[in-house]
């Protein structure tokens, strides 16, 4: 699917890349994203945090997760805002997405997401826009433009649960993006049961990316809305960390009902 014809008008006040996305990335990272290992329940907190989050640890992603609405409610809408890192060229071949969107974690057969990668190859650092509706391989394989210190908000509103729109927002421009997406199948209808602010290492070519060195990232104005027009904060979230061959990659902090910020360790 080419990019050019999936784009509404609005959408021309970004520029485009005609590239496409790193190869393999449009058609793993959703399906890889589902976090394995799952370490439940609280855990010691290291010194400088601040709550006593629950913490998980899994292979692929770092960040907060709202785990469950409230009795009786799903979850439609999840937004945060967030400063593209600018990476480093030298400290070799890494990469990584971060995003924010709904179901993907407990509820594991849908995901609404939309975020920005970034990623280095012998000493090319690329950044890209992306979004999708998940199930199989099914979505955009082209991607908006962007750039280190671009201060990007990601809204994801599922209208129905077939349904979704994808607004990023530049906001050291004021202009957004906007694009509606549907369920690309009835077995990936979304549940609302999950929102979340994530890095992810994400799957490309059957493995999963070496990790870069992001830095921190830290998601500012995050909140999820609900079927019953609450709004949640991150306070009960529940931190997902990346653990790999028993190494804990990522430093994950709640600051704020409205900030989550995520190192690479
Ligand atoms: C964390 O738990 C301890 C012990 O229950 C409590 O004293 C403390 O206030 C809690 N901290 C926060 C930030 O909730
Ligand atoms: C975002 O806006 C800034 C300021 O106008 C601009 O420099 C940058 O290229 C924009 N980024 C995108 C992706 O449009
Ligand atoms: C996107 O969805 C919204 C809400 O359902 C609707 O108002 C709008 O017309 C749709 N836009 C396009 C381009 O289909
Ligand atoms: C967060 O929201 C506040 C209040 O709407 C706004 O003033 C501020 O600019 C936002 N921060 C970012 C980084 O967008
Ligand atoms: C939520 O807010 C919308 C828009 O204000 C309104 O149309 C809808 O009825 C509200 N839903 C509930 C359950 O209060
Ligand atoms: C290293 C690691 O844990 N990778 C996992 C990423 O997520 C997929 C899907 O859950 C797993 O299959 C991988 O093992």
Known sequence: MKFSNLLPCSALIFSYAARALPRGFSDHVLRRSNPSSRIEGP????????????????????????????????FNSAVGTFTVPSMP????????AAWV????????????????????????VEYGAWYAFFSKNTYGSDY?????????????????NSEGIVTLTNESAGKSFVINLTSPTKLSYLGGQNAEWIIEDYTQNGGLVPLANWGTVTFVNASASTSANN???????????????????????????????????
Do not use: C, H, K, R
């Open 89 to 96: 060229s030298v400290n070799g071949n890494g990469a990584a």
């Open 43 to 74: 855990q010691p907190q290291t010194a400088g945090t601040s709550s006593n989050a629950t913490i998980q640890y899994s292979g692929n992603w770092s960040g907060a997760v709202l785990v469950s609405p409230p009795t009786g409610e799903i």
């Open 101 to 124: 969107g709904i179901d993907g974690d407990t509820f594991a057969t849908a995901i609404l997401q939309a975020g920005v990668f970034f990623s280095v190859t012998d000493q090319t």
């Open 144 to 160: 908006v433009q962007v750039s280190a210190g671009d201060v990007i908000t990601v809204n994801i509103d599922a209208s129905s």
């Open 231 to 265: 709004t949640l904060g991150l306070e009960d979230a529940t931190i997902f960390d990346i653990e790999q061959y028993n190494d804990i990659m990522t430093y994950v902090t709640i600051d704020s009902d409205s900030s989550v910020s995520i190192s690479y360790a």
